[in-house]
T-cell receptor
Framework: GNSVTQMEGPVTLSEEAFLTINCTYT??????LFWYVQYPGEGLQLLLKATKADDKGSNKGFEATYRKETTSFHLEKGSVQVSDSAVYFCALILYSGNTPLVFGKGTRLSVIA | DARVTQTPRHKVTEMGQEVTMRCQPILGHNTVFWYRQTMMQGLELLAY????????DSGMPKDRFSAEMPDATLATLKIQPSEPRDSAVYFC????????????FGDGTRLSIL
């Protein structure tokens, strides 16, 4: 089956620290990969995406590279801010953008000043 | 910006009561998803529709849950009778089969069944 595994949280970092949240996937086909972010009390917002191997998605200082050889899509940011505190979800879709997302369990990030 | 609108944002009710959650997808989107979020299970797909037709509702307990799209601007998720284990945040998302656009999520309905 199709599944996403991401590192357990919570992750607590000081402001300006480097962030990595690991994500690996299992898929029966060739998926598109996504990172979504959920701020408290809100829905999920797309943070970045990559649709083929070696693509790098980036947004708001966050980056993730689609690594087919390691089936990974790790999220990174060079210098986190307090406003980055949220829950981050790695997800995949097979075939098209309008089939259901398969989500990881989410990783809660807390950034302290 | 276009948004997916969900109502109500919060619902507290007693077990056995009927609960109806509503979703207005983004205008022009032809695919609507219902997801449920709990601490234990994370985000799970309950059902989804394309062009108002149900494509998959295997994630829903059929004896108590029902999902419909009366028209292109409204999707509903009903629970009857509700149980405490249904307490969760229910998200609606919409998307389009045109191009390679991501799904857009509403802010969710936080449901508490006492």
């Amino acid at each position: 089956g199709n599944s996403v595994t991401q590192m357990e949280g919570p992750v607590t970092l000081s402001e300006e620290a480097f962030l990595t949240i690991n994500c690996t996937y299992t898929a029966t086909g060739y998926p598109s990969l996504f990172w979504y972010v959920q701020y408290p009390g809100e829905g999920l917002q797309l943070l970045l995406k990559a649709t083929k191997a070696d693509d790098k998605g980036s947004n708001k200082g966050f980056e993730a590279t689609y690594r087919k050889e390691t089936t990974s899509f790790h999220l990174e940011k060079g210098s986190v801010q307090v406003s980055d505190s949220a829950v981050y979800f790695c997800a995949l879709i097979l075939y098209s953008g309008n089939t259901p997302l398969v989500f990881g369990k989410g990783t809660r990030l807390s950034v302290i000043a | 910006d276009a948004r997916v609108t969900q109502t109500p944002r919060h619902k507290v009710t007693e077990m056995g009561q009927e609960v109806t959650m509503r979703c207005q997808p983004i205008l022009g989107h032809n695919t609507v998803f219902w997801y449920r979020q709990t601490m234990m299970q994370g985000l799970e797909l309950l059902a989804y529709f394309r062009n108002r037709a149900p494509l998959d509702d295997s994630g829903m307990p059929k004896d108590r849950f029902s999902a419909e799209m009366p028209d292109a601007t409204l999707a509903t998720l009903k629970i009857q009778p509700s149980e405490p284990r249904d307490s969760a945040v229910y998200f609606c998302a919409s998307g389009s089969t045109l191009g390679n656009q991501p799904q857009h999520f509403g802010d969710g309905t936080r449901l508490s069944i006492l």
